[in-house]
Structure formats: C-alpha cells, structure tokens
Nanobody, 122 residues
Framework: QVQLVESGGGSVQAGGSLRLSCAASGVTFGLSAMGWFRQAPGKEREFVAGISWSVGSTAYADSVKGRFTISRDMVKKTVYLQMDSLKPEDTAVYYC???????????????WGQGTQVTASS
C-alpha cells in the first residue's frame, strides 16, 4: 500500500522560509511524478508544484513561481518543497500527492499524504 509521509511544516514570519519533505513508500511500480497541493480554511485544495520523476521537469502555480522550488531525491523516493519569501496568503495545510506529468503539466493521482500545516504571519 502506498504511503506518503510529509514533514517540515511550521510557523514563520512573513518573508521567512520553510522546507517540506514527502517520503513515498510501498510503491511497487515506477514513480511517475509527485506534487504538492495546499488547502486554506474555507477554500478548495489547489495545486502548488509538481515534478516528473525521471526527467525532473517541473510545474508551478503562478502564485508561487519564483518563490517555491520543488525537487526530488530518487534514491530516497522523497520530494521536497523549498518555500522562500513566504506570505500570509501561503498559510494552508500542504499535501503531498502521487500523480503523473504530461506536456508540462502535473495531474494529481489518488494517493495523498496526511498534510502538514504551514503558517506565515505578518
């Protein structure tokens, strides 16, 4: 059974940085892509960033381009999200996802992590 375990959330002042990690286990087939989504209170879950596993192609939401960086460690089967210049509007629960990557876009799959809280205060 696929498990995605996130870590690295927390609280920072606006302008600060955090690094999220998501380790995948129980994957019996080759990984295609992994991504990050977030959900703020009262809002729908939204795409943040995604990365193709073999090539390392990336995709980002416009709201985080230039501030967030997604990367992966193929040996550890872990994906990271480096978040810099955090803003109060980045405050949300961040979820890791196992999906696919086609034509420069990330498509979510059915496997999700438990979520980790990120809070950026002004």
């Amino acid at each position: 059974q696929v498990q995605l375990v996130e870590s690295g959330g927390g609280s920072v002042q606006a302008g600060g940085s955090l690094r999220l990690s998501c380790a995948a286990s129980g994957v019996t087939f080759g990984l295609s892509a992994m991504g990050w989504f977030r959900q703020a209170p009262g809002k729908e879950r939204e795409f943040v960033a995604g990365i193709s596993w073999s090539v390392g192609s990336t995709a980002y939401a416009d709201s985080v381009k230039g501030r967030f960086t997604i990367s992966r460690d193929m040996v550890k089967k872990t994906v990271y999200l480096q978040m810099d210049s955090l803003k109060p509007e980045d405050t949300a629960v961040y979820y890791c996802n196992l999906g696919t990557f086609r034509s420069g876009r990330y498509y979510s799959g059915s496997s999700w992590g438990q979520g980790t809280q990120v809070t950026a205060s002004s």
